[in-house]
T-cell receptor, first 117, second 115 residues
Framework: AQKVTQAQTEISVVEKEDVTLDCVYE???????LFWYKQPPSGELVFLIR??????QNEISGRYSWNFQKSTSSFNFTITASQVVDSAVYFC??????????????FGTGTRLQVFP | NAGVTQTPKFRVLKTGQSMTLLCAQD?????MYWYRQDPGMGLRLIHY???????AKGEVPDGYNVSRLKKQNFLLGLESAAPSQTSVYFC??????????????FGPGTRLTVT
């Protein structure tokens, strides 16, 4: 069955520390997407990144970077020089095919990141 | 361009009452979804729609009904609310998935409490 595991329930760091959020997935699909979403205290879901299964290039966006490794079924997220505004719950998600051209998202249970000043 | 909007933002119901949550999107998306978020469980798919007039069940459909009479709207109904339906409900929408692109756009959520 499709599954996303975020083993880290909660992480606390001090500002300017680097932090990595782990995501491990299981899928039977040969083509799939992986996502990271941020949920700040206000509650909305903020899209951060999408990665196709056939594109294993790592990606960097400012202080954020993502490491996709198909060999270990992992899609880890690193925040460099963390800031208080990074405090949120972060969700990793995996697409699962619903029909020919649409998917549902399978979410992990989330990692709560607290960044202290 | 408002994206995906949800009405209401908050609601408190008593057990047995009914209500309808409204989701609207102005992006001309074919697909729409309803998820629920419970503590420690991430989001789970309730129902979805692949087009106007069509709906289908997701992972946790029991106790809910949906309708998609217009392409831009997706309604989630609770006919007889139960405390187990206390949750945060998120609506999402998307275009047709392509090889290089797929994204679900989420609404701001509706926090529902059933007492």
């Amino acid at each position: 069955a499709q599954k996303v595991t975020q083993a880290q329930t909660e992480i606390s760091v001090v500002e300017k520390e680097d932090v990595t959020l782990d995501c491990v997935y299981e899928t039977r699909d040969t083509t799939y997407y992986l996502f990271w979403y941020k949920q700040p205290p206000s509650g909305e879901l903020v899209f951060l990144i999408r990665r196709n299964s056939f594109d294993e290039q790592n990606e960097i966006s400012g202080r954020y970077s993502w490491n996709f490794q198909k060999s270990t079924s992992s899609f880890n997220f690193t925040i460099t020089a963390s800031q208080v505004v990074d405090s949120a719950v972060y969700f990793c998600a995996l697409s699962e095919s619903l029909s020919y051209n649409t998917d549902k998202l399978i979410f992990g249970t989330g990692t709560r990141l607290q960044v202290f000043p | 361009n408002a994206g995906v909007t949800q009405t209401p933002k908050f609601r408190v119901l008593k057990t047995g009452q009914s209500m309808t949550l409204l989701c609207a999107q102005d992006m001309n998306h074919e697909y729409m979804y309803w998820y629920r978020q419970d503590p420690g469980m991430g989001l789970r798919l309730i129902h979805y729609s692949v087009g106007e007039g069509t709906t289908a069940k997701g992972e946790v459909p029991d106790g809910y009904n949906v309708s998609r009479l217009k392409k831009q709207n997706f309604l989630l109904g609770l006919e007889s609310a139960a405390p187990s339906q206390t949750s945060v409900y998120f609506c999402a929408s998307s275009f047709v998935r392509t090889r290089n692109s797929y994204e679900q756009y989420f609404g701001p959520g509706t926090r529902l409490t059933v007492t």
